[in-house]
């Protein structure tokens, strides 16, 4: 059992960060790949970003080189920096370990 926390999300305007958190707990020397996807309004769950083990990242093509995912295994928590933020990036933020999900985080991005 794994459990995923996320917190940083809130509203902002265009052009703005957020800094999202997820804090894993429970069997964490398990997971290999952590990642965020998001779920905006009538759409499906999207990949966001995600980091592997070796600690190689990926992302999607919205947001690269805006969003930076990076990863604490000291403190059992993966990061998601996001700049340069767009009205369509507003969505809910999950985190995933592996194939456990948390329950997500708003963003919501003003013009």
């Known amino acids: 059992q794994v459990q995923l926390v996320e917190s940083g999300g809130g509203l902002v305007q265009a052009g703005g960060s957020l800094r999202l958190s997820c804090a894993a707990s429970?069997?964490?020397?398990?997971?290999?790949?952590m990642g965020w996807y998001r779920q905006a309004p009538g759409k499906q769950r999207e990949f966001v970003a995600a980091?592997?083990?070796?600690?190689?990242?990926y992302y999607a093509d919205s947001v690269k080189g805006r969003f930076t995912i990076s990863r604490d295994n000291a403190k059992n928590t993966v990061y998601l920096q996001m700049n340069s933020l767009k009205r369509e990036d507003t969505a809910v933020y999950y985190c995933?370990?592996?194939?456990?999900w948390g329950k997500g985080t708003l963003v919501t991005v003003s013009s």
């Open positions: 429970g069997s964490i020397f398990s997971i290999n790949n």
């Open positions: 995933k370990a592996d194939g456990w």
């Open positions: 980091i592997i083990r070796s600690g190689n990242t």
